[in-house]
C-alpha cells in the first residue's frame, strides 16, 4: 500500500524505539519521564511486582515518575550493562546482546535488560527473541512504559494492531503520564484503526504538555475538522 508523505510521517516510528532505549538505562540508574526529584517530599514511592523495584511519582505538580532498579545491581553488573547501551548505541547488536543476555542471567529479576535486548533483537530482524524479552519485563513490572512502547511498535509493525492497542492501553493504565505512549497510541488509532476518537483524546492529552511538538497541533486540527468539531 503506498503511503502519502503525511501518512509516513505519522506511521510508528524507528526514532521511538531508539529513544526508549535510552529512557530503560535512565530507568535503570534512577531517572524518570520528565525531570529528576531533587526533594524527598515531591515523591509518592510506590512498589512494583518484583522485590526492590519502586516508583517514585511526583507530587509537586510534575508530570514524571522514576522507575528504581539501580540497588538491585551489582557495581560490576550496571558497567556491563551500560557497555551493552553502548555497543547498542554504535549498532553493534551482536555484541550488545552478549552483554545484556550476560546480566540478564545474573540478574533475572530486572527489567531494563530485557527491554534493551528486546530492541537489539528487533535490530538483527529477531523479532521473535524480541517478543519474549518483551513479554518477560511486562512479567516483571507489569505496564512497564518503555517495554510497553518498544512492544507497541514491535506489534503494530507485524501488522497486530489491535494487540499493539492493547500493550499501550494496559500500560497507560499505570503510567497515564508516559507521553511517548499516547503519542503512538494516538498514531494507531489514526492511521491504522480509524478509530478518530481515541487519536484525538491521544493527541490532545500529549499536546497539553507537549504545546511545542507542531505536527501534532496540526493532526489534532485535522481531526477536529474531520469530526466536526
Not at 5 to 27: H, Q, Y
Not at 72 to 80: D, P, T, V
Request: one cysteine or more.
Amino acid at each position: 500500500m503506498n503511503m502519502t508523505g503525511r501518512e509516513k510521517l505519522r506511521k510508528p516510528c524507528r526514532w521511538c524505539s531508539e529513544r526508549a532505549l535510552v529512557t530503560a538505562l535512565l530507568l535503570v540508574l534512577g531517572g524518570c519521564a520528565t525531570g529528576v526529584a531533587t526533594k524527598p517530599d515531591i515523591v509518592k514511592e510506590e512498589p512494583v511486582m518484583q522485590q526492590g523495584t519502586t516508583v517514585n511519582r511526583f507530587t509537586d505538580g510534575r508530570l514524571g515518575f522514576a522507575l528504581n532498579e539501580a540497588e538491585m545491581l551489582s557495581e560490576e553488573l550496571q558497567k556491563q550493562f551500560n557497555d551493552g547501551v553502548n555497543l547498542f548505541l554504535a549498532k553493534d547488536y551482536d555484541a550488545s546482546i552478549e552483554q545484556f543476555d550476560d546480566v540478564i542471567e545474573q540478574a533475572p529479576d530486572i527489567s531494563a535488560p530485557h527491554v534493551d535486548i528486546a530492541m537489539a533483537y528487533r535490530n538483527i530482524d529477531r523479532p521473535e527473541l524480541a517478543e519474549d524479552h518483551l513479554n518477560a519485563a511486562l512479567q516483571l513490572v507489569p505496564g512497564h512504559p518503555v517495554a510497553s512502547q518498544e512492544y507497541g511498535l514491535l506489534l503494530s509493525g507485524a501488522g497486530r494492531f489491535l494487540q499493539a492497542r492493547d500493550i499501550y492501553e494496559q500500560s497507560l493504565e499505570v503510567f497515564p503520564e508516559y507521553l511517548p505512549l499516547r503519542k503512538n497510541l494516538g498514531i494507531l488509532c489514526d492511521l491504522y484503526l480509524r478509530d478518530l476518537e481515541c487519536a484525538l483524546e491521544q493527541y490532545l492529552v500529549y499536546a497539553k504538555f507537549n504545546p511545542e511538538d507542531e505536527y501534532v497541533q496540526l493532526w489534532i486540527s485535522e481531526l477536529q475538522l474531520r469530526l466536526g468539531q
